[in-house]
């Protein structure tokens, strides 16, 4: 951070090169979905936390009860995911599949429960390797 006084001394400097390097993360945990303010019967909006590995994930489904379809939700912007809801024909609880980049994939059954709420944590019981 600048000190006070510097900052147009600090912004003639010009451009600065900045490196980033990905690490893999190692939870001691398993993945936690907490709904996300705003979801309701008709939408449902979940961050992923406690993720193990490098983090990307390239697609995240949900599959309802009684059903053997996995519907792809859209990334709405870091960990957070969402998918509009039919709730007369697709009925908790929700499963919660995750395939990374590297084509692994994690599928925590019923993680959703029927009553669940916004802003909930809900704990699986799966997580990637680290």
């Known amino acids: 951070m600048a ?13 600065i090169d900045i490196y980033y390097k ?3 993360c190692d939870h001691k945990q398993n ?10 019967p008709h939408f449902l909006a979940i961050a992923i936390e406690a993720q193990n590995g490098d983090g990307d994930l390239s697609l995240v489904e949900i599959k309802h009860t009684n059903s053997n379809e996995w519907l792809h939700m ?4 870091g960990a957070t995911w969402s998918i509009n809801i039919y709730p007369d024909t697709q009925i908790p609880p929700f499963s ?5 980049q590297n084509k692994h ?3 925590a ?5 029927i009553n669940w709420q916004a802003r909930e944590i809900y704990y699986s019981n ?5």
Do not use: C, H, W, Y
């Open 3 to 15: 000190k006070f006084g510097q900052a147009d001394q600090l912004r003639n400097l010009g451009r």
């Open 22 to 24: 990905r690490v893999s």
């Open 31 to 40: 993945i936690m979905f907490k709904v996300e303010r705003g979801s309701n």
């Open 74 to 77: 859209q990334q709405m912007f």
């Open 96 to 100: 919660i599949r995750l395939t990374s």
């Open 105 to 107: 994939q994690v599928q």
């Open 109 to 113: 059954d019923n993680v959703i429960p």
């Open 126 to 130: 799966v997580n990637f390797s680290p």
